[in-house]
Structures are given as structure tokens and as C-alpha cells.
């Protein structure tokens, strides 16, 4: 057995001092110590209480998920000095905490609350009573060190790949399948993101360099204010004041693009951003109006381009640059989620993840998918998706990897109504005109709808990711930090699943029962 609350004294090992150490302190790298110890939280419980641990999901945890836990610490000792400093938190512990939060979509006060005084969480992770708590400064730092390093898919990769071996599950057949999800950020209309965009630079302007945020004209100052000046305007109203604040981003970008210091700041970045994206410049000077609140700074060339003109990868949210547009599925991002799905297998999970842009195809992701299986070591011999991700060109490229791609043909390329196509062959050839041939026998096929009817459980994996673990609206915005808790989620998903099955073996002493809550 194992227990994380003390770590060994005499179990150094030579490291170089990673920058992640100097960035984030003073502690000190030591693993856990294995070595069971009797007045853990196991010997200290009552007998019945001790049962029922054992019995919840606490029980299948610490004897199979912890040592998976332990066994990747190594992995984050860079994140810690090799000298100074007090000894770190067991790693198994804080890394725990991480996902069994996003497994049940807690925040950060209710796990570390768990840990204080659950005693499931102190059963699950061999916790003596002194040691069953975790502050919040240790959560963070490990967090940032995650998103810093970007080692959140290794969380991901490592506990998929140890409880897919554990388990003993087969991955010879997958699905593919994609979801929408949004980040932690207002939905803005266009003359809300011109106002919030020039709002946070003047913020930041105002905090970095206040003489020259002073010198600014009145007007404008009181127009993008903190009570932003889009919130009263009527629907009406909507066009001429985009053209208002068109005009006022414009001279803001001009004013200081040869400042050195002003011209770097990340917020300037975003103003140039959404000048050069949203508005036309160089053609007719826009004259204020009479009514207009900018009447008095004069014209300026600038005209805000045709909604229809604005591409879906420009920026939607100064607060999050990373989100994109889909006309068909709104703001944010898409994560691509694969899952294994074996009839023989006693639970399916998830085998990889990866954020895309809300504004791409998911035609592009078919690809990238196949190779991030293959580097992780399970690659499938066939790939079952819905028609975005087929076509021609995904087919070939599937096939010269040696997989199958099971998914109907794109709907300009269907089978002809009444044509008898000859059976497909086993494997689909590699030239595009060919494979385009291939897809259109393969769903002509007699047996192809009910090869084809295990795709749909993908969709209740992305129904329990949302429904269960949150993540259809996240807490955090940004590209880095979405990545990171998606890696988390799917982690925390698959834990949830192996616990389930555990829980359901025949000949374990435990019952099925709720997972954290």
C-alpha cells in the first residue's frame, strides 16, 4: 500500500534546478514514500466506517488509481528544486485533487474542502488526520506549473494509458467525434467588442503609463470609461456608434503604434488586432456627424467592414483571443474527443483530446487525430465519424496509416440512388479518386448501417463530459488554460469510468457506488 502525506527524507535524486522551480519557489522535490504506514487513514477508522470506504469509490482509488498517481511524479520533479527549500506536497496528492475536481466539475474551494474533511478523500489517498489538508496556494502553483511547462496532456496520457493497460482494454476500433464548448467570457455584439476592446487597453494604459492615458481626449476617455458607453445604446442607435468607435480605435492605434513600450503591451496588440480585422482603412476619410459624440476630433479613414467580410478566426473577446466564430456553432472552441468502443471491452475510454478552433473544419482533424493515436501507441485499425470528417482526401490518408475510415460519404459525393456498387474492398486504397470510390461502396454496403450504428455513443461521452463535468462552459479563458482543463476533464472522465468498473467487478469487495461528490 502507499501513503501520500509525508514524503521520504532519503530519496534524492540528482536534478538540475528546472526553471519552474526558480519561477514558483522555494520547495523542495521529494517522491512520496511507498512504505505503508499502520496509523494511516485506514488504521484509524472505525470498522464499519473503514467497510464503507472501502465499499465507495474511495476503495478501487487507493488500491489501483493512486499507484498510477505515484508512479508519475517523476514526471513533475522539474517543477521543484533539487536543493533548498521545505519538502513539496506529495505530487500523488495534489495531481489527484486536480482531476478528481474536474472529474465532478467542483471548484477549487470545495476539493480542497473534500480533503480537509471527507474521509473517502483521506481513505483514497492513505492521509494520517494531521495531514489531510491542502491549501490553496499549493493547488495553484501546481496548476501554473502545468499550464507553464505544458504538461497537462501528459496527466491526460499517463493515467489513460496505465488504466487502458490495467483494464486490459482493446482499441482496434474508435470513434471520433467533436463538441462545442465556451470559455469564461461575455458574449459581446460588435459594438460591445469595440467598446470592451478599447476599455481594457485604456485600463491597461491607465496602470502602465498615466500621464499619457491623461492626455487623451475627454470624449473618448468618457465614452470608454469603466460604465462602457455601448451599454445605453439603443438597437438603432447600434450603426453610428460603430462607426463612433471605429473612428476612436483607429486614432488610438495611430497615436501610439511608434511608442516602444505602449506598442508592445498585449492590449495594444489587440486593438491593432481588431483594427486591421473588422475595419476597412485608407479609403474615404468617416466624417463625424453633427450628432455625433466624436464631432470634435475631426475625420478619420476608417470604415467598419461588412459583417459578411469579417472572418470567423478574428478576435471575438479582448478577454479571450484564442475563441473563435462558427456561424453554424458560435463562439469559442471545439474539442475533438476519441474513445475506444470494443463490444468485448468492460468499459470504453477516452483516448484522445484535442481543442481546435470553433471557426475550422472538422475535416481537418481527422488526420490529426489518427497521428496522435499512433504516438500515443493506439492507433486504431478503424475510425468510425459522422460525414464532416470523411472525404476523399481523409480516406487515402487514413488508409496509407494503416487505418479504416468508417463514415458516409460527403453529400456531394453519395452513393447513386439504384446503382449496384461492388462490394468494397478490405482496405481502402490510398489514391483520392479511388478511396472517393471506396467510401461510396463501403456505405452501399448491406452491413454498413449497423457497423456504422457504434458511432453514436460518442455523442453521450460528449453529453456526460458537458452534463457531468462541466464542460460546455468552463471556468477559465484563454487557449493555454482551456487546453489544460480539457486534458483534466478527460482524465477526470476516464477515472470516473475505470472507478465505475471496479466498483461492478465480481469477486471485489466493493459495491457500486457514487463518485465524488
Given amino acids: 500500500m502507499f501513503r501520500v502525506g509525508q514524503s ?33 487513514a485506514a488504521g484509524l477508522l472505525p470498522p464499519k466506517k473503514r467497510e464503507a470506504c472501502e465499499k465507495s469509490w474511495a476503495g478501487p482509488f487507493r488500491d489501483k488509481a493512486l499507484p498510477i498517481l505515484l508512479r508519475a511524479e517523476p514526471e513533475f520533479a522539474e517543477f521543484y528544486d533539487d536543493e533548498t527549500g521545505r519538502p513539496n506536497r506529495s505530487v500523488a496528492l495534489v495531481l489527484g485533487t ?20 471527507d474521509l473517502r478523500w483521506h481513505y483514497a489517498f492513505e492521509l494520517k488526520p494531521e495531514e489531510s489538508h491542502l491549501c490553496q496556494k499549493t493547488l495553484h502553483n501546481f496548476r501554473a506549473k502545468l499550464l507553464r511547462s505544458g504538461k497537462g496532456e501528459l496527466v491526460f496520457r499517463r493515467l489513460t494509458d496505465e488504466l487502458i493497460a490495467t483494464l486490459g482494454l ?88 511608434g511608442h516602444r513600450a505602449v506598442s508592445k503591451m498585449e492590449e495594444y496588440c489587440l486593438l491593432a488586432r481588431l483594427l486591421e480585422e473588422q475595419c476597412v482603412i485608407g479609403g474615404k476619410a468617416s466624417k463625424p456627424r453633427d450628432d455625433d459624440d466624436d464631432r470634435e476630433d475631426g475625420p478619420a479613414p476608417v470604415e467598419p467592414k461588412e459583417p459578411r467580410e469579417v472572418e470567423g478566426k478574428s478576435l471575438q473577446t479582448p478577454h479571450d483571443p484564442d475563441a473563435t466564430y462558427s456561424g453554424h456553432k458560435g463562439k469559442g472552441y471545439e474539442v475533438q474527443v476519441a474513445e475506444t468502443c470494443m463490444p468485448d471491452n468492460p468499459v470504453e475510454l477516452i483516448t484522445h483530446v484535442e481543442v481546435t478552433p470553433s471557426a475550422g473544419s472538422d475535416a481537418n ?21 459522422d460525414t464532416t470528417y470523411s472525404g476523399a482526401t481523409n480516406a487515402a ?39 472517393g470510390e471506396w467510401l461510396k461502396r463501403q456505405e452501399a454496403a448491406p452491413d454498413f448501417k449497423e457497423r456504422y450504428a457504434i458511432r453514436a455513443g460518442i455523442e453521450a461521452t460528449n453529453s456526460e463530459l458537458k452534463r ?17 482543463v480539457v486534458y483534466l ?14 466498483t461492478q467487478i465480481p469477486g471485489m469487495a466493493v459495491e457500486a457506488a457514487a463518485l465524488p461528490a
Fill in 8 to 40: 521520504a527524507c532519503d530519496s534524492r535524486r540528482e536534478m538540475v534546478t528546472s526553471p519552474y522551480a526558480r519561477a514558483y519557489g522555494e520547495t523542495m522535490y521529494r517522491p512520496t514514500d511507498p512504505q505503508q504506514e499502520m496509523f494511516g
Fill in 98 to 117: 486536480l482531476i478528481l475536481k474536474e472529474a465532478n466539475d467542483s471548484t477549487d474551494e470545495e476539493a480542497l474542502a473534500a480533503v480537509d474533511f
Fill in 170 to 257: 482493446r482499441v482496434d476500433r474508435q470513434r471520433l467525434d467533436s463538441t462545442h464548448i465556451l470559455s469564461n467570457f461575455a458574449r459581446l455584439n460588435r459594438l460591445g467588442l469595440f467598446c470592451e476592446t478599447i476599455r481594457v487597453f485604456l485600463h491597461a494604459l491607465k496602470k502602465g503609463h498615466r500621464d499619457l492615458h491623461d492626455r487623451l481626449p475627454a470624449g473618448l476617455l468618457k465614452r470608454h470609461g469603466e460604465e462602457s458607453w455601448y451599454r445605453d445604446a439603443r438597437r438603432e442607435e447600434g450603426p453610428r456608434r460603430l462607426k463612433v468607435v471605429a473612428r476612436d480605435l483607429y486614432r488610438l492605434v495611430e497615436q501610439f503604434k
Fill in 365 to 385: 482533424a481527422t488526420i490529426p487525430a489518427i497521428d496522435g493515436l499512433s504516438e500515443a501507441g493506439h492507433k486504431p485499425k478503424e475510425l468510425t465519424t
Fill in 397 to 435: 490518408e487514413a488508409a496509407k496509416r494503416g487505418v479504416n475510415l468508417l463514415a458516409p460519404a460527403p453529400a456531394m459525393a453519395k452513393p447513386e440512388p439504384g446503382k449496384v456498387y461492388p462490394p468494397p474492398e478490405v482496405d481502402c486504397p490510398t489514391g483520392r479518386k479511388q478511396a
Fill in 468 to 484: 457531468v463535468q462541466g464542460l460546455g462552459r468552463l471556468r477559465v479563458r484563454g487557449g493555454k488554460r482551456v487546453k489544460l
Fill in 489 to 502: 476533464k478527460a482524465a477526470g472522465c476516464n477515472l470516473r469510468r475505470a472507478l465505475r468498473c471496479w
